[in-house]
T-cell receptor
């Protein structure tokens, strides 16, 4: 089967950098995605990694190491609006995404 | 934003009654999905569709059925609602492949008393 592990909660200070880790176990791994969800809202797509390395999109970056079955989401220059839940999701073959249970990020002043 | 709507947005019903949730898309995407989201469990896939009349089960399909008679509509039915089905239900769509980026609807909050 497939499984993902990510921390349940992370707290960071406004303006700082935070890293949210995700480890996964799956067969036929194709890629890792990240989604953001604000309280009361719907999940929205943030990033996708199919190859090893770092992908940068503005203040957000996502990293993948296929050999370690590990990835992370890096948020820089944290803002209060970044307080949300973040989900990693694996893509394997032609099957639907499997989501982790999510990491709740709290940004404090 | 992708054109996805869900109806109703909120519903309160009683145990044992049938409930149908509707997902409607205007993007002509091939794949449609139904998830439920509960505290501590993240997003769990109920059923998904890879084309008109083509559906498959997800991780938590017991007690749910789906139908897709048109590309744009994907219905989720609880034949006899139970309190354990109280949840927030999200519909999502993707094009191309089942693993492609998914776009989510606004969600339906269902309470079964």
């Amino acid at each position: 089967g497939q499984s993902l592990e990510q921390p349940s909660e992370v707290t960071a200070v406004e303006g700082a950098i935070v890293q949210i880790n995700c480890t996964y176990q799956t067969s036929g791994f194709y890629g890792l995605s990240w989604y953001q969800q604000h309280d009361g809202g719907a999940p929205t797509f943030l990033s996708y990694n199919a190859l090893d390395g770092l992908e940068e999109t503005g203040r957000f970056s996502s990293f993948l190491s296929r050999s370690d079955s590990y990835g992370y989401l890096l948020l820089q220059e944290l803002q209060m609006k970044d307080s949300a839940s973040y989900f990693c999701a694996v893509i394997s073959g032609n099957t639907p995404l499997v989501f982790g249970k999510g990491t709740r990020l709290s940004v404090i002043a | 934003d992708a054109g996805i709507t869900q109806s109703p947005r909120h519903k309160v019903t009683e145990t044992g009654t049938p409930v149908t949730l509707r997902c409607h898309q205007t993007e002509n995407h091939r794949y449609m999905y139904w998830y439920r989201q509960d505290p501590g469990h993240g997003l769990r896939l109920i059923h998904y569709s890879y084309g008109v009349k083509d559906t498959d089960k997800g991780e938590v399909s017991d007690g749910y059925s789906v139908s897709r008679s048109k590309t744009e509509d994907f219905l989720l039915t609880l034949e006899s609602a139970t309190s354990s089905q109280t949840s927030v239900y999200f519909c999502a769509i993707s094009s191309g492949r089942a693993g492609d980026t998914q776009y989510f609807g606004p969600g339906t909050r269902l309470t079964v008393l």
